[in-house]
C-alpha cells in the first residue's frame, strides 16, 4: 500500500486556492521510492495492455494515463463534469461547489514539450459549459496556465475546473496515475471495478467534503 511522504491534510489557503483558482498542486507528496513502484506497475500494465486485442477494462476514478513519446495523444479542453453527470439523476451537486475532487500523480517529469496539463483559471465557477460550441466566449485560451511538475507532485482540481493536454513531443514518457472522490450522496452511477464507488473516511479538510 502506497503512503504518502507528506502532510496530506489540506491547509485553509490551500482550500481557498481549490475553489477560487480550480486547482492545487502539492510538491513530492509522494517519494522517489513510491514513484517507482508506480512506474513498475505502469510498465507492466502496459505490457499486459500490449497483448490485448480488444479493451479489456474500464477502470473509472483510478486510471492509468500514458502518453508515450510522439504518440499524438490529445485531451482537448473539457471539465470532468461530463463524465460525473450524465443526467437522469446520475450525478447532484451536493455541496454546492462541485462535490468532486480529481488528484493526479505525475510519475514522470512534465515539461512544456511532454503534453503537459493546461488549466484555465477561475473556470471552476463558470459552471458546466459546452465546448463543443468554438463560440464559447468563456474558453480564453491565452491565459491558460501550463503545470509544469516532477514526479511525486500531486495535482488537486474539482469537476468545472477546465483542462487540457496536447501531444508529447519529447522523447520520454509522460505518465499519470489518477484518482477521484466524490462527497457523499453526489455519485448514484454504478461504476464497474473492484472497489469503485467505496466509502472513504476523510479527514475534515478534505475538499470534497466541504
Known sequence: ???????????KDEVREFFELGWIIR???????EVARMRACFDELERIAGGLTETAMDHLLCQAHFKRPHDGVVFGWHQDIQH??????????????????????VLDEMTPNSGPLKFMPGSSKWGRVDFEDEACAELREGE???????PGDT??????????????KSDRYRRVLINGYA??????REYPGDG???????????????
Open 1 to 11: 500500500m502506497l503512503t504518502t511522504s507528506g502532510e496530506i491534510s489540506l491547509g
Open 27 to 33: 510538491r513530492a507528496l509522494f517519494s522517489l521510492d
Open 84 to 105: 460525473r453527470d450524465k443526467g437522469n439523476g446520475t450525478w447532484t451537486d451536493v455541496n454546492g461547489r462541485g462535490s468532486f475532487v480529481q488528484t493526479l500523480i
Open 144 to 150: 491558460a496556465v501550463t503545470i509544469l511538475a516532477q
Open 155 to 168: 495535482l488537486f482540481f474539482g469537476p468545472y475546473t477546465a483542462h487540457a493536454s496536447f501531444e508529447n
Open 183 to 188: 462527497s457523499p450522496g453526489a455519485n448514484r
Open 196 to 210: 469503485a464507488g467505496r466509502r472513504l473516511e476523510a479527514p475534515r479538510s478534505s475538499v470534497a467534503s466541504r
